[in-house]
């Protein structure tokens, strides 16, 4: 009998082992030197012309400076408490791609990860445990590699365990250990469905297999998850949690960037809307009873693609914009309070803000 069991305990050590092929050898980590940004609940970045970053936090109405010429950050990831930061730093300019590694700032230590040329689409699951992302191997752009997952406590890398191809970067956290994402699996062939895939077991499944269109976007909120799904003359957002699948909002064109607010079950958005030709911010509530509310008009005139959204524990909306008479890449921040539906101009002078939390 305890021969059986040590057996099945090995059995299953080794394909524990065998589910992920994992790598440490271009992960390094060192003491933080210097001053550190005290990042808080809300952060802009602001990427400069001179090839770095400034970064302000984002309270009380105001953005205050907190740090200068961080190195030149294009994504950034926070933690739910806040205790772990993930940035894609830019290290140079390749022909086809850019050059980058990945920052990891944990417990007064800094963690590289550089086992790529280029890695975008950094996602951080709530705990600060696990980061996906995609990368390159080379400055070429069929080198596209798995989608890899880095485990912070392991400190190793490891590609995710399937056949599927994954489409861009629809891929979300939807708690600490699962996946989901959105492709064609090469050996079934089939249409594209969305996965889920656990990174501690390396068990996937179907999540949704009755796409009506291309999933394009996806969004954590309720357990599941709203979706941004288009048949090229179609387009609708569909939110799907527990086996129940519907449509919440059916006249969007085109969707830019969108977050959930956990206060009022509702999801904030950026986009085109049918039949319209300027892009705006819009509220839409998970019921779907009362259709897209439109935030703002004229000020700021624009949302623009490159706006990102972010939300406060108070329920306060973030977002970039674009003021009338400013070029595509002058944004500016702004704030939006649901109670009053007031939109304030935060910022003093424009830049290129991105916006995290």
């Known amino acids: 009998m305890k021969k059986r069991c040590l057996a099945r305990n090995a059995a299953a050590l080794v394909l ?55 190195g030149y950050v294009t994504e950034m990831q926070r933690s739910s408490k806040g205790d772990v930061i993930a940035q894609l730093v830019r290290t ?9 590694v990945i920052r990891i700032y944990r417990n007064g230590r800094l963690m590289t990860v550089d086992d790529f040329f280029s890695a975008s689409d950094i996602k951080m699951n709530a705990s600060g445990t696990r980061l996906a992302y995609r990368s390159y191997s080379k400055d070429s752009l069929d080198s596209v590699q798995k989608l890899k997952v880095f485990d912070l406590e392991t400190k190793e890398w490891s590609e995710i365990k399937s056949d599927v191809r994954i489409s861009g970067s629809v891929y979300c956290w939807i708690d600490d250990e699962n996946l ?11 249409t594209a469905k969305i996965y889920k895939y656990n990174t501690a077991t390396g068990k996937e499944e179907v999540y949704l297999d009755n796409l009506k269109g291309f999933c394009m976007k996806m969004i954590p909120a309720e357990g599941g998850i709203a979706y941004f799904e288009t048949t090229g003359t179609e387009s609708s957002l569909r939110f799907v949690d527990s086996g129940t699948d519907r449509t919440v909002a059916s006249d969007i064109s085109d969707l830019y960037s969108a977050v959930y607010s956990p206060g009022t079950k509702e999801i904030y958005l950026s986009g085109v809307m049918a039949g319209d030709t300027e892009d705006a911010l819009y509220i839409v509530d998970l019921e779907g009873a009362e259709g897209l509310k439109r935030v703002n008009y004229d000020f700021p005139k624009l949302v623009g693609s490159d706006s990102t959204l972010t939300l406060d524990k108070a329920g306060h909306l973030y977002f970039t914009g674009i003021l009338e008479g400013k070029a595509a890449g002058e944004l500016d921040v702004f704030s939006y309070d649901q109670g009053s539906r007031t939109v304030s101009l935060l910022s003093s002078e424009s830049g290129y803000y991105r916006l995290y939390q």
Do not use: H, R
Not at 23 to 40: R, W
Not at 180 to 190: A, E, F, I, R, V
């Open 180 to 190: 989901l994402y959105y492709g064609s699996n090469q050996k079934t062939g089939g």
């Open 16 to 70: 524990a082992i065998s589910l992920m092929t994992a790598c440490s050898s271009s992960v390094k980590e060192t003491a933080v030197s210097g001053p550190f940004p005290k990042y808080t609940e809300v952060t802009a970045v602001e990427s400069l012309g001179s090839g770095y970053s400034d970064v302000y936090s984002v309270e009380d109405g105001n953005l205050y400076k907190i740090g200068s010429k961080i």
């Open 92 to 100: 140079s300019k390749g022909q086809n791609l850019e050059g980058n």
